[in-house]
């Protein structure tokens, strides 16, 4: 599964996705109709369809954002890869579409990949990106501590103004 939020699926519009399919067509040799976008499903049966082919191994890539693909999805038997074009704001929108495919009924990760699925997120050194990767991981740790009941002590940086919180 590849993930999206920045670009939407259009078709006959130059979009993100379908620059990503052309490129895994022509230089990867991965039939075009193998890749396919959740955004093409125009109804619930239609979506439904999607997933279970892709289940069955009829499709080897599926593009969606998070809102179309992070929750409900049931297409897990046979993914082995989650790649993240750009990350989100919140730790839990990242979890949930991890959890598309490191779940139960994972057969192929399961017998090939030693029962685990690989997260791929991309950024770029010094950029937005960087800075959201970097912020996203501190949000899970404080939530964790706070689960956990374990702030103790933290320090803030921010430019030289900083603070010491009690918890």
Same mark, same amino acid.
């Given at each position: 599964?590849?993930?999206c939020d920045?670009?939407? /699926? *259009?078709?006959g519009i130059?979009?993100v996705?379908?620059?990503?399919?052309? *490129?895994?067509?022509?230089? +990867? %040799?991965i039939p075009?109709?193998e890749i396919?976008?959740v955004q093409e499903?125009?109804?619930?049966?239609?979506r439904q369809?999607m997933?279970?082919?892709?289940?069955?191994?009829k @499709?080897?890539v599926?593009f =969606?954002? $998070?809102?179309k693909?992070? $929750?409900g999805v049931?297409?897990q038997?046979r993914i082995?890869?989650?790649? +993240?074009l &750009? @990350?989100p704001w919140?730790?839990m &929108?990242?979890?949930?579409?991890? %959890?598309r495919g490191?779940?139960?009924?994972n @057969?192929?990760a399961k017998? /090939?990949?030693?029962n685990k699925?690989?997260?791929?997120?991309?950024?770029?050194?010094?950029?937005? &990106?960087? /800075? *959201?990767?970097?912020?996203? +991981?501190? *949000?899970q740790?404080f939530? &964790?501590q706070?689960?956990?009941n374990?702030? =103790?002590?933290?320090r803030?940086?921010? %430019? =030289?103004?900083?603070?010491? @919180?009690?918890?």
């Amino acid at each position: 599964m590849v993930f999206c939020d920045l670009s939407t /699926y *259009k078709p006959g519009i130059w979009n993100v996705y379908s620059e990503i399919k052309r *490129k895994l067509v022509e230089d +990867h %040799g991965i039939p075009a109709q193998e890749i396919r976008f959740v955004q093409e499903a125009a109804s619930d049966k239609v979506r439904q369809a999607m997933f279970d082919a892709m289940n069955e191994g009829k @499709i080897r890539v599926l593009f =969606g954002s $998070t809102q179309k693909l992070g $929750t409900g999805v049931n297409a897990q038997q046979r993914i082995v890869a989650m790649h +993240h074009l &750009d @990350i989100p704001w919140r730790p839990m &929108d990242l979890e949930q579409r991890n %959890g598309r495919g490191a779940r139960k009924g994972n @057969i192929v990760a399961k017998e /090939y990949a030693g029962n685990k699925v690989k997260a791929y997120v991309y950024a770029v050194l010094r950029t937005l &990106d960087a /800075y *959201k990767l970097n912020l996203l +991981h501190n *949000k899970q740790q404080f939530i &964790d501590q706070l689960k956990r009941n374990r702030l =103790g002590a933290r320090r803030l940086d921010e %430019g =030289g103004a900083s603070a010491r @919180i009690r918890g």
